[in-house]
């Protein structure tokens, strides 16, 4: 059974980074697929933010793509976002999830709120 | 980057009626390239339909998914309790990947 499981801080300062991790079980990330994430604002819909592939392979929204990076770390089986120079509109709950065919997300994480306050 | 809007915003319906959810693309999206979500509250989105019309593994045949042009629809033949949740379209032909504003269906 694939799981996914984000972490990190739930409040970040205004300008700072915001750093997130996705734990991946039952799976390996080196194998096959994308893996991505994605984020939604309170009350609001869904923000695909960009997707890695094992190759190392990146894409990211035109939106974000001058402050986000993703990466991943094989040998601990995640998958990290860093979004730097945040404000309050980066205010979201962030999944990450799986993805096939580059981007139908098939596993997701439950989710994780980061408020960016000061 | 490609706009999908989704009709209605709200929809109201008692259990057993029939649903029937819209998503139009701004642009030509290639049929193959269009999933549908559902998302209780609280909960992460849950694959429902991918390529317009394949139900995803699990999935119960009263969803289905269709295509006409650049518009595509999601039906629910028979409404469960549990089918009561908010439902998104998603392009994935074109980077950036977007998804519809989202439709909620509520009990009437």
């Known amino acids: 059974q694939v799981q996914l499981q984000e972490s990190g801080p739930g409040l970040v300062k205004p300008s700072e980074t915001l750093s997130l991790t996705c734990a991946v079980s039952g799976y390996s990330i080196s194998s096959d697929y994308y893996w991505g994430w994605v984020r939604q604002p309170p009350g609001k819909g869904l923000e695909w933010i960009g997707n890695?592939?094992?190759?190392?392979?990146?894409d990211y929204n035109p939106s974000l793509k001058s402050r986000v990076t993703i990466s991943l770390d094989m040998s601990k089986n995640h998958f990290s976002l860093n979004l730097n120079s945040v404000t309050a509109a980066d205010t979201a709950v962030y999944y990450c999830?799986?993805?096939?065919?580059?981007?139908?997300?098939?596993?997701w994480g439950r989710g994780t709120l980061v408020t960016v306050s000061s | 980057e490609i706009v999908l809007t989704q009709s209605p915003g709200t929809l109201s319906l008692s259990p057993g009626q029939r649903a029937t959810l819209s998503c139009r693309a701004s642009?030509?999206?290639?049929?193959?390239?269009l999933a549908w979500y559902q998302q209780k509250p609280g909960q992460a989105p849950r694959l429902l339909i991918f390529a317009a019309s394949t139900r995803a593994t699990g999935i119960p045949d009263r969803f289905t998914g269709s295509v006409s042009g650049t518009d595509f629809t999601l039906a629910i033949s028979s409404l469960e309790p549990e089918d009561f949740a908010v439902y998104y379209c998603q392009q994935y032909d074109i980077s950036p990947y977007t998804f519809g504003q989202g439709t909620k269906l509520e009990i009437k």
């Open positions: 642009q030509s999206v290639n049929s193959m390239y």
């Open positions: 890695i592939y094992r190759s190392g392979s990146t």
């Open positions: 999830a799986r993805a096939f065919s580059e981007a139908i997300f098939d596993y």
